[in-house]
């Protein structure tokens, strides 16, 4: 991931209702959840949500799939997964007893098969 594309990504995350919906569709894991479905558990109103939801589409963050009246969302693992190598990518300068389990955590996650389960 290059810097122009990391940028958007964080401005996304950069907003709590935004943060909030990326963390949720993550525990969902790789199916998602319905948009209706997120904005009740996140006490958003649904034009409100969709607007947001957009933004990290735009983000590369999650992506959208209609299914009969319904849309719903699923956190983009591989999106996730080049913003934090991205994060992390000269961790500590060489000096990993610096970073502790962060290094770990972002190899883990690259290494990730895509299914969301780490």
């Keep these: 991931m290059e810097t122009q594309d990391a940028v958007p990504a964080l401005a996304a995350l950069a907003q709590s209702t935004r943060l909030n919906a990326f963390r949720a569709l993550v525990q969902a894991g790789p199916d998602g959840m319905a948009q209706g479905e997120l904005a009740r558990c996140l006490d958003v109103q649904p034009a409100t949500l969709s607007f947001h939801l957009?933004?990290?589409?735009?983000?590369?963050?999650?992506?959208?799939?209609?299914?009969?009246?319904?849309?719903?969302?699923?956190?983009?693992?591989?999106?996730?997964?080049?913003l934090l190598a991205?994060?992390?990518?000269?961790?500590?300068?060489?000096?990993?007893?610096?970073?502790?389990?962060?290094?770990?955590?972002a190899a883990e996650c690259a290494a990730d098969d895509g299914d969301g389960s780490s």
């Design 54 to 82: 957009q933004q990290l589409e735009q983000a590369g963050l999650v992506h959208g799939r209609r299914q009969s009246r319904h849309i719903y969302y699923a956190a983009d693992y591989e999106g996730m997964r080049r």
């Design 86 to 105: 991205f994060l992390t990518e000269d961790c500590c300068g060489g000096r990993p007893e610096i970073c502790g389990d962060l290094a770990n955590h």
